[in-house]
C-alpha cells in the first residue's frame, strides 16, 4: 500500500476533474479472499481518501480460482462508505448468478463488464453507473481492438445506460501500445451514438490508425 503522502502527491500532480480508479488490494482479494474485511478496507479508504475529490471508483477484482462466496462479499461491500462506488469483477463462473445480481443492485455495486478470453461477464447493469474493462481485443495485431467491436460496445453502453449515463472505461496496458488508440477511438464512438462524455483525446489520426502487424 503506497504511503498517503503519495496519495496526496498524485493528487497535487493531476487537472481538477481527474479521477483515480483505485484497484483494492491483493491482500483483501487474494490473500484474504475477502476474509474478515473491515479492517484491510478501513486501511484502504484511510489511504485513497488522501485523493480528496480525485477519488473515482474502487475494483474488487476476485481471484480466478476463488468460487462464488456471498456473504464475504456482502459484508466487504458493507464495509465500504456508502459515498464510495465500488465495481466487483469476479472471475470464476460459479457467481455469475440472480443472487450475485441481487446484491449489487442492493449496494448500487457496479458489476465490472469484462472484456476478455475465459468466463463472459453477465451484461447486467447492476447499478447507476458502469464500469468496463477491456482486457484485449481480437483485432490485427493482438491485442488490438476493432473499430467495429469498439462501436459495438459503444452502441451497448447507450442502449443500457441511455445517453446520460454515468461510467468508467478502462483498456490495459498492452505491449503494442493500442490502449491509447482504442481509448482515444472508443470516445470517437460513444459520441457518434449520442453518448455525452467528459473529454475527446484530440489524437491525430495517425494514431488512430492500428499499428502493423508483424
Sequence with gaps: ??????????????????????????????????????????????????????????????????????????????????TVQVAVEPRHDSWFTDELRT??????????????????????????????????????????YSDRDLDAWAARVRDDGGTDTQGFAYFNNDHQGCALRDAATFGRRLCDHGVAVGRVPEIGDEVLRLPAAG
Excluded at 500500500?1 to 496526496?8: E, I
Excluded at 446484491?103 to 447507476?128: E, F, S
Design 1 to 82: 500500500m503506497p504511503a498517503a503522502a503519495t496519495f496526496r502527491s498524485w493528487a497535487d500532480r493531476v487537472p481538477a476533474d481527474f479521477l483515480f480508479a483505485v484497484k483494492a488490494s491483493r491482500y483483501l482479494t487474494h490473500v484474504l479472499r475477502l476474509r474478515e474485511p473491515r479492517e484491510p478496507v478501513a486501511f484502504l479508504m484511510e489511504r485513497a481518501s488522501e485523493l480528496g475529490s480525485h477519488l473515482g471508483p474502487i475494483l474488487l477484482q476476485l481471484p480466478p480460482d476463488m468460487p462464488a462466496d456471498l456473504p464475504r462479499l456482502e459484508a466487504t461491500l458493507e464495509a465500504f462508505p456508502s
Design 103 to 144: 446484491l449489487l443492485m442492493t449496494r448500487n455495486a457496479a458489476l465490472c463488464l469484462a472484456d476478455r478470453r475465459g468466463p463472459l461477464t453477465p451484461q447486467w447493469r447492476t447499478a447507476d453507473w458502469t464500469y468496463l474493462r477491456f482486457h484485449g481485443g481480437r483485432a490485427r495485431p493482438r491485442p488490438c
